[in-house]
């Protein structure tokens, strides 16, 4: 996808979003093969400026729209995301079976309810509505989950 189209789907989803003027964000376009991700945030809190980081050199999802959506629902959800992981942080010792047990739970719901958004915005409102299966390709299928366990 040009770099162009990209900036643009950014700018719509920006602006789809309602995240302007309550956040100043920027796209920046990574082009760093050894970067395994394909999307990420740097967040400045007090100055409410995020950096949406885009892999477009070899992005594990085929969407990159999906992509631009789904970080950038991180980015509305984020003062929930921070109050939750501030009780985490106060109610367990960090490194503990409740902490580690919380962190994973709220970060598992985190990313299937922004997932879950990015879904819903991209069917209703996307360009490109195909969604990505790239991260299914590298999992398990379901009969090898079972393979080793005994018949009951």
């Not at 980015?75 to 580690?100: H, M, R």
């Not at 915005?121 to 390709?137: D, H, I, T, Y």
Request: hydrophobic fraction near 40%.
């Amino acid at each position: 996808m040009e770099n162009e189209k990209i900036a643009g789907l950014f700018d719509k989803w920006v602006k789809k979003l309602r995240l302007n003027p309550t956040w100043d964000v920027s796209l920046q376009l990574v082009s760093d093969p050894q970067w395994n991700k394909s999307g990420d945030f740097k967040v400045d809190c007090d100055d409410r400026k995020a950096i949406l980081l885009l892999n477009v050199e070899n992005p594990k999802q085929e969407n990159l729209e999906e992509v631009i959506v789904h970080e950038l629902m991180h980015l509305k959800l984020y003062p929930l995301d921070q109050v939750t992981e501030s009780l985490i942080v106060c109610q367990f010792e960090e490194g503990s079976a409740g902490w580690n047990l919380a962190y994973r739970q709220f970060f598992t719901a985190l990313e299937q309810t922004v997932e879950e958004m990015t879904k819903c915005f991209l069917l209703e409102f996307g360009e490109n509505r195909q969604l990505s299966f790239g991260r299914c390709a590298g999992q398990k299928s379901f009969d090898e989950l079972y393979d080793g366990l005994k018949n009951l």
